[in-house]
């Protein structure tokens, strides 16, 4: 709770009139133009941004209502822009110590203070405002000056005219005039104590005229918001030229904001035409300062509900130029990662959207995607900057799972392997495969189905990798091949029923050496006996003929051996029996014995 000290009033009287009697001996004091000061740009909602708060008519001893709008301030960042009679009722350093300081105070280092009418009332130089802001209010004792903070031009003009005159031609003016000529921001603010446009409870009082000519020159100047707070509520007009007509386009706005902790007065009497909207309620204006525009909140104390917000735009503020979009994409199989590489001149992307062709979508940087089905998909990409501008661009990306490659076998010949890779297959449908072999020996081929001969004897590794249409290569599928000599395949044929008699044998053989002839035959017959010969045709067979006499069941070999040594053998059971006994269709043999 602050202190509420207070001076006996007989001795602020004394004060006053010996102060005021001074002052009126003594001419004004001009001194030279106060010097620009930098203020380094306190960020607000959007990176880059700054943010100022105020209001006016704060602190009195007698109410605790400063209190209540100073702990609004705790929460905000930004600069702190008391808005003239900081500290009532007379503006002296001990009302300012032991009103002010508790309060709003507490923000002192962060302040650029406005001076008001009632900081003359006890001293015609503002004493108590200079000895408690120092040098935060300008050069003592002008209350006059100008400070950048981010992309804004900020002007704190002192309008107690009596004694810092701001009439055309005055030290003030002239100051004036060459700050707006050297401003190199787009944006510019100003501020004061008594408003121009005002709307009040006095029959036909919506103006003060003697601050038309501050207002000629920041109109010219191309000045974009003014804040007072003379009037003691809220109040917040259209744009408007210095002749009070509204101007959406070039006009200025101004605030009035008397809400800092001293009674209020809601008017109701004499309403400007250009008024928006004013209420009688304790608060502070909050102002968000872009690159090329500005936001407003009137933030109410606990327990009040009224609230005002908008934004406007700067009038010297170049077009926002919009971001350009572009991105990139890596995919690997279905899965894809996509990374946004957009740029913008003047700021930063705030915001991502992303379709990815399928239905799904992203609002991240750089988002991966998993497709469900091969293919290609138009992958959309719109940015927005941290001013609202948007850019979009579409690319095409294909995803593709790759071939599963099949290469058969294990493959065994003489000589010549005819491979067979057609079980290969891609999972997308894509039947538009090639293939590529690689036989072992350190010589290639293409095609689903080669032949390909070996020079020598081994057991060769195979590999065949597939590619689909779309480029996506299948992972090495590898076989073996063994080249040696093969022995004949041996087929004696069926099993037979002879009675007594002469038995023709026809066996036939294959064999997948072309240079393995000539093939040697033996036939054992199974009683005992045998039969060889020769032959270079493996496509003829072999007829040999066996004379049995005795019944039995005689387990007949055929083997054939190739000329390198391979051997095959197959046999067959020949059953000998007597006329009229057993059952089944007597073999040629049968019938020629009857």
């Not at 001419?27 to 106060?34: D, G, L, M, R, T």
């Not at 036909?204 to 109109?219: E, F, K, Q, V």
């Not at 060889?532 to 049995?548: C, F, K, M, P, V």
């Amino acid at each position: 709770m602050k202190s509420r000290n207070r001076l006996p009033l007989v001795a602020l009287c004394v004060f006053y009139l010996v102060a005021t009697q001074s002052c009126m001996d003594q001419s004004v004091v001009e001194q030279s133009a106060p010097s620009d000061v930098v203020l380094a740009a306190t960020t607000g909602s959007a990176e880059g941004d700054a943010v100022i708060v105020g209001a006016g008519n704060i602190s009195r001893c007698a109410t605790n209502n400063d209190e209540l709008t100073a702990q609004l301030l705790d929460a905000i960042p930004g600069t702190v822009v008391p808005l003239g009679d900081n500290a009532l009722n007379n503006g002296l350093l001990s009302e300012y110590q032991n009103c002010y300081g508790p309060t709003w105070g507490r923000h002192l280092d962060r302040t650029r203070p406005v001076l008001g009418n009632h900081e003359y009332d006890a001293s015609a130089a503002a004493a108590g405002a200079f000895d408690y802001f120092g040098d935060r209010l300008g050069p003592r004792p002008l209350g006059y000056y100008s400070y950048d903070t981010g992309d804004w031009h900020v002007i704190v003009l002192n309008d107690n005219s009596s004694l810092v005159p701001y009439s055309a031609g005055s030290a003030q003016d002239q100051w004036l005039v060459s700050d707006l000529a050297a401003n190199a921001k787009p944006c510019t603010i100003a501020m004061w104590h008594v408003p121009l446009f005002l709307s009040s409870n006095a029959a036909g009082y919506t103006s003060n005229p003697s601050r038309t000519t501050l207002w000629n020159r920041l109109y010219a100047a191309g000045v974009d918001v003014v804040l007072n707070a003379q009037q003691h509520h809220y109040e917040r007009m259209a744009p408007m030229r210095p002749d009070g007509t509204r101007d959406d386009a070039a006009g200025i706005r101004q605030f009035n904001v008397g809400t800092g902790g001293d009674a209020l007065a809601l008017p109701t009497v004499a309403i400007h035409p250009n008024s928006e909207i004013r209420a009688a309620v304790y608060g502070v204006l909050k102002l968000t300062l872009g690159r090329r525009g500005y936001s407003w909140e009137f933030i109410p104390v606990a327990g009040q509900t009224f609230t005002d917000s908008g934004s406007g735009t700067c009038s010297g503020a170049e077009p926002n130029t919009p971001p350009v979009a572009a991105f990139t994409a890596s995919c690997s199989g279905l899965a894809c990662d996509f990374t946004d590489a957009s740029s913008d001149a003047e700021g930063q992307v705030a915001a991502w959207s992303w379709t990815f062709g399928d239905g799904a979508t992203a609002d991240t940087p750089t988002p991966s995607h998993i497709y469900a089905t091969g293919g290609p998909y138009t992958v959309s990409l719109t940015v927005t900057d941290d001013e609202g501008a948007t850019a979009s661009t579409s690319s095409t990306v294909t995803v593709n799972r790759p071939p599963v490659a099949s290469a058969g076998g294990p493959y065994r010949s003489e000589d010549i392997v005819r491979f067979d890779g057609s079980a290969s297959a891609d999972p997308d449908g894509d039947t538009q495969l090639t293939y590529a072999w690689s036989f072992g020996d350190g010589t290639t081929g293409t095609g689903a189905a080669p032949t390909h001969a070996y020079a020598a004897d081994g057991t060769y590794t195979v590999t065949l990798t597939v590619t689909d249409a779309l480029g996506a290569a299948s992972a090495p599928a590898q076989t073996t091949a063994t080249i040696e000599n093969l022995p004949p395949t041996v087929n004696a044929g069926s099993d037979s029923r002879t009675g007594p008699g002469l038995f023709t044998l026809q066996a036939t053989f294959s064999d997948p050496g072309a240079g393995d002839a000539p093939w040697t035959y033996v036939i054992n017959w199974g009683d005992g006996f045998s039969t060889s010969g020769t032959t270079s045709d493996q496509s003829a067979a072999i007829n040999e003929s066996h004379l049995y006499l005795v019944p039995g069941a005689y387990t007949v070999r055929v083997t054939v051996t190739d000329k390198d040594g391979g051997i095959g053998t197959d046999d067959l059971v020949v059953t000998v029996v007597l006329l009229g006994q057993g059952n089944g269709i007597l073999k040629r043999s049968e019938r020629e014995a009857n």
